[in-house]
């Protein structure tokens, strides 16, 4: 017997040793905190997050992260057991966390400030983007995720906090996915370019779709939404689009910007209410989803593509350049 398997055989007593062909390695350093439920004390307040490591990976590093944001009504725990998101992290291999907004008010009603919220987030001022910039920088630092993957979505006022961090802290998060959000903000100047997907139903009668881009940009009254065509006029510009092509499948609209800077996609869903699209039917403040597009299949495969067409860019312009390496991408 090699010595291998003799210490094995010892390690067996003690805490389990498995053998095949060689002693498998365990993981150096200090054992990672698992999945589960975790609290982090920001601005006096204790901001609670689900964390779900993709299953046979938890200890790889450079894993994408993917913060994902729910909607209100709506909780980290009912968007984890409803969007199938941590599925999809066990399928592709990525880490997803998913933060709670604040609760000043009722605790079973968490809420995020995302500059124009009129509820009590907004009045004692939330700041929410410093809240997920540190907990972005924890979980990176803990789990040595990959910094040019690191993603936001969210649903309904999720998705228009994903615009948030799109907005403002673009030097932090590669892309977003609103899913039936807005983005209800002028002042939008990102100082880098954001993979931007939209995915929004057309009878959305919460956070309606809306019709053009409005010529005048008037305030916005209490609940009111800007059209999903501000959004896209706003990214088209800030990322150097041309006009779209539109592809259309069954029930599905999808139009892609040919951008020079971060990619830009539209998924317009016809007879499609306010929903997470491919998810359960328990998510709160959401119809009945439809199960003919997965939204966690279209984000991920958007931001996976994007991401390549870069890499191929930049490796594309180091061949002219004759230095043998190839140029970063801009995240």
């Not at 609670?48 to 909607?71: C, N, Q, T």
């Not at 907990?135 to 803990?142: A, F």
Request: charged letters at 25%.
């Amino acid at each position: 017997m090699s010595r291998a398997a003799s210490l094995c055989g010892l390690a067996l007593i003690l805490a389990g040793c498995t053998l095949v062909g060689q002693v498998k390695p365990t993981p150096a350093g200090l054992p990672r905190m698992p999945s589960g439920t975790y609290t982090m004390m920001h601005k006096g307040l204790a901001r609670k997050y689900i964390l779900h490591l993709p299953k046979g990976r938890e200890y790889d590093d450079r894993l994408a992260l993917i913060v994902a944001m729910h909607g209100a009504p709506g909780t980290a725990k009912n968007l984890e057991e409803n969007s199938l998101l941590s599925q999809k992290a066990d399928a592709a291999g990525f880490i997803v966390v998913y933060p709670d907004g604040t609760s000043f008010g009722d605790p079973k009603f968490p809420e995020w400030n995302y500059w124009n919220c009129c509820t009590y987030t907004g009045e004692r001022g939330a700041n929410e983007v410093a809240f997920i910039r540190n907990l972005v920088e924890h979980l990176t630092r803990e789990y040595k995720i990959d910094r040019r993957r690191v993603y936001a979505t969210g649903y309904s006022r999720g998705g228009m906090m994903a615009q948030l961090l799109a907005c403002d802290a673009s030097d932090l998060f590669t892309g977003i996915a609103d899913i039936a959000g807005a983005l209800n903000f002028e002042e939008c100047k990102p100082k880098h370019p954001v993979d931007v997907l939209i995915v929004h139903g057309r009878n959305d009668n919460n956070v309606k779709f809306g019709g053009a881009m409005p010529k005048k940009l008037l305030p916005l009254a209490q609940g009111e939404d800007r059209p999903v065509a501000y959004s896209v006029h706003l990214w088209k510009k800030h990322n150097h689009c041309r006009t779209g092509k539109t592809i259309t499948r069954g029930n599905v609209e999808y139009t892609d910007y040919s951008c020079a800077r971060g990619a830009l996609r539209l998924i317009a869903l016809n007879n499609e209410g306010h929903t997470w699209p491919g998810s359960l039917p328990g998510m709160l403040g959401s119809e009945r989803p439809t199960p003919e597009i997965s939204a966690n299949d279209e984000m991920w495969s958007f931001w996976t593509k994007a991401r390549r067409r870069r890499r191929e860019k930049a490796g594309n312009k180091s061949a002219f350049s004759g230095d043998g390496h190839a140029a970063l991408p801009s995240h």
